[in-house]
């Protein structure tokens, strides 16, 4: 049996119609587009290409876009101060701080310093701490994009489903086990440590549901897939000039009913959902 590709991009176009209609009911509550300003510190070849893409998705859905380009030597205390300054700033609908960030500055500390109600990575300690209540607006959009395409497999009931998540990150791996366990998955969460200890294969060979956010070319092997499971690949890596997952895809392919294809899953998704929480941010600064 061959899986069924899970595909981002026609997921993303579907949130995409509903992210158009929603930006002009903005534009003409609010006598102007919703907007998103994204801060870049120095310059990064993978920031540019995220910040051209944020560009080109904004401007096709009806939201604004400015991009605030902060010199390599500004100070920490300076960047705070621009966040501060955008924070009051009406037109702003939210904020997307681009990373990595020079080494000098502190980026979980500076995330703190946006408002909560601009925070459209959902960077923020308070909307991580959302997502525990099950009350999140605005989610962090790889988290969420796994949630979608989860969604997107028809008659799928995630209810008792148990899943398996392999690492652990902060914008990945653990905001996506609470939005599972808000679903009541029962979830598990692997890292460093259960490789470490070699017991990585016995959690995946379990997994009903097995998301892979490691960034490590061919860490799950095809052949540890459980029969009939769902794999959302979320690594990115470059091997001898392809993109490629963590995942060996033509082997877990052969055993999954669903899998994400590198490149194509879950990256065309990430996107729109910032879009998305652009929209949810400029709503709820509406009803404040
Ligand atoms: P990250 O912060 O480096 O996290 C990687 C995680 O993998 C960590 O929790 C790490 O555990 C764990 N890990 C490392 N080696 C392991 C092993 N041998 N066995 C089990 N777990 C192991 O990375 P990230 O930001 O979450 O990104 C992960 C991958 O997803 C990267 O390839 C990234 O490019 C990609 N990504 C894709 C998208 C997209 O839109 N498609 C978006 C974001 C990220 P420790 O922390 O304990 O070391």
Known sequence: MSAQLLEGKSVALKIKEHI???????????????????????????????IKSQEKNAKDLG?????????????QDELIKGIERLNCDKTASGIILQMPLPQHIDGKLISRYISPEKDVEAVHPQNMGEIVFG???????TAASCM????????????GKEAVIVGHSEIVGKPLALLLLNKFVTTT??????????????FVKKAEILIVAVGKAGIVKGDWIKEGAIVIDVGINRVEGKIVGDVEFDKAKEKASHITPVPGGVGPLTVAILMRNVIEAAKSQLLS
Do not use: M, W
């Open 20 to 50: 158009r209609l929603d930006a002009e009911a903005l534009r003409q509550k609010l006598g102007r587009a919703p907007k998103l300003v994204s801060i870049q510190v120095g310059e990064n070849p993978g920031s540019e290409v995220y």
């Open 148 to 159: 979608e395409l989860l969604n997107s497999i028809q008659g799928l009931e995630l209810y």
């Open 189 to 202: 969460i692997c890292h460093i440590a259960t490789g470490q200890r070699g017991t990585l294969p016995e």
């Open 63 to 75: 939201i604004e876009f400015d991009l605030k380009k902060f010199d390599a030597a500004t100070t």
């Open 135 to 141: 009350k999140a607006r605005i989610l962090p959009c």
